[in-house]
């Protein structure tokens, strides 16, 4: 394969695909299932080199009703979105007569090749593009390097709107910035508003939070309010969910003169209807999930750099999330003889991010406890707004589609969970969400399972974007890791990460438990983890 992700005849992948097919030949092998093995693996070996990803049997959406379809494989991009399909068949059908089957029930001829392990037919954007014969090396290198190359509009347009989105969020927010501040000087109805959040914020999230820090989490949420309500396809979330409200007081104060909020977002329209028709097509909830996890890491770069750096805006890939939380419920069953949804469970997701965590924890919880758990057992903190408004979505959604009803899901506290550590804290934000934290304080929590930031500073030292400090959990690294250690250079405990592992510890205190976080390498092996070690 050349830089550029070509195939050529000769290349070993195409000999190994060849290589498999004479063997199954050389056995007499000719049914389906066995035959369409050698194609299957041809693309998800070659895939890679183009960022994409094969996956066989996975639902899609129908082209002609809201129905789902099931071809035998669809290749992925990493923004989850499916770049093309392969249908395959036995060469005893009629393949021409299959694909006629095919089109009658919606399958998509955006980018699919249909083959028989003799022949395929390759069509894209609908159109047929011509034959190939799968025994010749040079058609089947062709076949695959159309296949690899094709970009169709909406993606095209997906990109495009993507990349000028995050191209053009700093100019884009600075003028809503604008728009904020004007509403600071003259606008009382926002100015009492605002006063009144910003109290509110600063209780719940930092004592030293910023008016600029509020501006701000106003800015994410007018750019980004639509595609979380479109994607999710859930426009009454601002009604239902506790902090989206007290946020929405504040957004109605500031379009409550002149301007209207499409007066704000007008500028953008072109870069949501791309994201939203795209986001459209995704299958169900999971692939929306991560869809929308790639947007937000792509809003924040582009957005403030300075937030993306202080927080560790990337969220964990969710096969690190599959094995951490298939680790816990198989350690909970080894050596506590309990599994997730046993009444003397208590989960807490630190950091939770877009809620991956507990989403994959749902599936798991066996259904009789699920409604239980969900109710009483499982809690997540989150501390910045976007991420802590999928968490919900994500979550609540799950727990719709395992049920059959909608609660709201009352785990998800917005707060700093180190904050939580200091001390008791009153009036957080909303009654409901004070509530929630009261019920997490006292809560006898003995699995902690996340992927906490894991930054020790920031981008620029010259920036005034350091860290916030922590009295309590800053006092305890230094009495005990930072006293057991033998380094000469310490710095590297200040990491918030290494502070969520003295927080976990701690709030475990004499209970058996699990902490499963993502773990640095450098806390195995580095002199200046010794003590932590």
């Given at each position: 394969?050349t830089?550029?992700?070509l195939?050529?005849s000769?290349?070993p ?6 290589a498999?097919r004479?063997?199954l030949?050389?056995?007499?092998v000719?049914?389906?299932l ?18 994409w990803?094969?996956?066989?049997e ?7 009703s ?10 992925r991009?990493?923004n989850a ?10 060469p005893k ?9 095919k ?6 001829l955006?980018n699919?090749?249909f ?25 089947l290198?062709?076949l ?13 347009e ?8 995050q ?5 884009l ?7 904020i501040g004007h ?10 508003a605002?006063a009144?959040?910003h109290?509110?914020?600063?209780v719940?999230?930092n004592p ?11 800015v ?11 994607v ?5 979330f601002v ?8 946020v929405?007081?504040?957004i ?6 002149n ?6 977002l007008k ?8 994201i939203?028709s795209?986001?459209r097509?995704?299958p ?5 999930q991560?869809?929308i996890n790639t947007?937000?890491e792509r809003f ?9 750096d202080?927080?560790?805006i ?5 096969p ?9 419920a198989e350690?909970?069953q ?18 939770t ?6 989403v994959n ?14 109710r009483?057992r499982?809690?997540?903190n989150?501390v910045?707004?976007?991420p802590y408004?999928i968490?919900a979505?994500n979550i609540?959604?799950?727990f ?12 998800l506290c917005?707060?700093?969970t180190?904050?939580i550590?200091?001390?008791p ?7 409901q ?7 997490q304080?006292?809560a006898p929590?003995?699995v ?5 930031p894991?930054?020790?500073g920031q ?7 350091k860290n ?8 305890r690294?230094?009495d005990?890791?930072?006293k057991d250690?033998?380094?000469q ?5 200040a ?5 969520f ?20 390498n450098?806390?195995?092996d580095?002199l200046?983890?010794d003590?932590?070690r």
């Amino acid at each position: 394969m050349t830089a550029r992700g070509l195939l050529t005849s000769k290349h070993p992948l195409i000999r190994e695909f060849y290589a498999a097919r004479k063997s199954l030949s050389r056995q007499h092998v000719t049914h389906e299932l066995a035959l369409r093995t050698p194609f299957a693996d041809l693309l998800g070996k070659s895939a890679p080199a183009h960022g994409w990803t094969f996956v066989a049997e996975v639902a899609e959406r129908s082209t002609s009703s809201d129905r789902l379809v099931r071809p035998d494989g669809a290749l992925r991009d990493s923004n989850a979105i499916t770049r093309g399909w392969r249908e395959s068949k036995d060469p005893k059908d009629s393949l021409k007569r299959e694909i006629a089957k095919k089109r009658d029930r919606g399958y998509r001829l955006d980018n699919t090749i249909f083959e028989d392990s003799q022949h395929a037919i390759l069509f894209q954007n609908r159109d047929r593009i011509r034959d190939f014969s799968i025994d010749n090396p040079e058609e089947l290198a062709d076949l695959l390097n159309r296949f690899y190359a094709h970009r169709p509009p909406l993606i095209r347009e997906f990109e495009a709107a993507v990349e000028a989105f995050q191209e053009r969020l700093p100019d884009l927010s600075r003028a809503v910035n604008e728009r904020i501040g004007h509403a600071h000087a003259s606008n009382s109805k926002f100015q009492l508003a605002f006063a009144r959040f910003h109290d509110l914020c600063r209780v719940s999230l930092n004592p030293n939070l910023s008016a600029q820090a509020v501006d701000e989490m106003l800015v994410q949420h007018l750019l980004t309010d639509r595609i979380v309500r479109t994607v999710f396809d859930n426009p009454d979330f601002v009604r239902q969910n506790v902090i989206a409200r007290e946020v929405e007081f504040v957004i109605d104060a500031l379009v409550s003169g002149n301007a209207s909020r499409s007066d704000f977002l007008k500028d953008m329209n072109s870069f949501y209807d791309a994201i939203e028709s795209t986001g459209r097509t995704l299958p169900d909830f999971t692939e929306k999930q991560r869809f929308i996890n790639t947007v937000y890491e792509r809003f924040f770069q582009g957005w403030c750099v300075k937030t993306a750096d202080t927080h560790g805006i990337v969220y964990t890939p969710q096969p690190i999330v599959d094995f951490m939380c298939a680790s816990v419920a198989e350690i909970l069953q080894q050596d506590f003889g309990v599994t997730l949804g046993d009444p003397s469970v208590q989960i807490l997701d630190p950091a939770t991010g877009t809620g991956n965590f507990i989403v994959n924890l749902l599936d798991r919880i066996p259904r009789a406890q699920l409604r239980d758990a969900y109710r009483h057992r499982l809690f997540a903190n989150e501390v910045m707004l976007l991420p802590y408004y999928i968490a919900a979505l994500n979550i609540e959604h799950r727990f719709l589609e395992l049920t059959g009803s909608y609660e709201p899901y009352p785990g998800l506290c917005f707060t700093d969970t180190l904050d939580i550590a200091e001390k008791p804290q009153m009036g957080l934000f909303a009654e409901q969400n004070t509530e929630r934290v009261t019920t997490q304080r006292k809560a006898p929590i003995n699995v902690i399972i996340g992927n906490p930031p894991y930054n020790v500073g920031q981008l620029n030292e010259n920036d005034n974007n350091k860290n916030r400090k922590y009295d309590v959990i800053d006092k305890r690294v230094r009495d005990t890791y930072s006293k057991d250690s033998a380094a000469q250079n310490r710095n590297s405990l200040a990491d918030v990460y290494v502070k969520f592992f003295r927080w976990a510890a701690d709030r475990l205190g004499k209970r058996d438990g699990i902490v499963c976080y993502v773990s640095n390498n450098s806390f195995v092996d580095q002199l200046a983890f010794d003590g932590m070690r």
